[in-house]
T-cell receptor, first 109, second 113 residues
Framework: ELKVEQNPLFLSMQEGKNYTIYCNYS?????LYWYRQDPGKSLESLFV?????AVKQEGRLMASLDTKARLSTLHITAAVHDLSATYFC?????????FGTGTSLTVIP | DADVTQTPRNRITKTGKRIMLECSQT?????MYWYRQDPGLGLRLIYY???????NKGEISDGYSVSRQAQAKFSLSLESAIPNQTALYFC????????????FGPGTRLTVL
């Protein structure tokens, strides 16, 4: 059974602090996706990582992929309140997409 | 206007009723997907379609059926709704090749009593 595990599931952090969300997956996949979901809203694509060692950055968020370790990280730098949301990773080893259970991030002033 | 639309946005129904959720897209994508989201379980794929003549079961297709009426339209049906199908349902599209990023609709909140 393919598994996509994120940790932590819940994260409460102070503004200005740094933190990392981890995404582990149990099968080979050359693509990994990160999405953001605001409460009551749909999912919005953040990053697509297409190869081992890929790193992408947008504002205070940086995502990386290690396909050998089957691990992706989403690093948050100097968190601000606007980053409060649920973050999902997903892999697509074939034609289907498999999502992690999500990390609910709350940034406290 | 939104690129991926879903109707209805909210629906309350009773056990045993037949329900259809509709999805339309103006992105011109060939690939369309239906997911359900449950608290603590993330998103799970129900069905996906790569073109009008291509329908595939996803991770949790039991109790659901789909119809791809056109490139732009993909409907999800619950033939006889049951309470554990209460969930948030999302339609998504993606373009073949390259990153294959998915674009999600706004979601349909379905409650089965």
């Amino acid at each position: 059974e393919l598994k996509v595990e994120q940790n932590p599931l819940f994260l409460s952090m102070q503004e200005g602090k740094n933190y990392t969300i981890y995404c582990n997956y149990s099968t080979t996949s050359d693509r990994l996706y990160w999405y953001r979901q605001d409460p009551g809203k749909s999912l919005e694509s953040l990053f697509v990582l297409l190869s081992n060692g890929a790193v992408k950055q947008e504002g205070r968020l940086m995502a990386s992929l290690d396909t050998k370790a089957r691990l992706s990280t989403l690093h948050i730098t100097a968190a601000v309140h606007d980053l409060s949301a649920t973050y999902f990773c997903a892999v697509s080893p074939g034609n289907q997409f498999y999502f992690g259970t999500g990390t609910s991030l709350t940034v406290i002033p | 206007d939104a690129d991926v639309t879903q109707t209805p946005r909210n629906r309350i129904t009773k056990t045993g009723k037949r329900i259809m959720l509709e999805c339309s897209q103006t992105k011109g994508h060939d690939r369309m997907y239906w997911y359900r989201q449950d608290p603590g379980l993330g998103l799970r794929l129900i069905y996906y379609s790569f073109d009008v003549k291509d329908i595939n079961k996803g991770e949790i297709s039991d109790g659901y059926s789909v119809s791809r009426q056109a490139q732009a339209k993909f409907s999800l049906s619950l033939e006889s709704a049951i309470p554990n199908q209460t969930a948030l349902y999302f339609c998504a599209t993606s373009d073949y090749g390259g990153a294959d990023t998915q674009y999600f609709g706004p979601g349909t909140r379905l409650t089965v009593l």
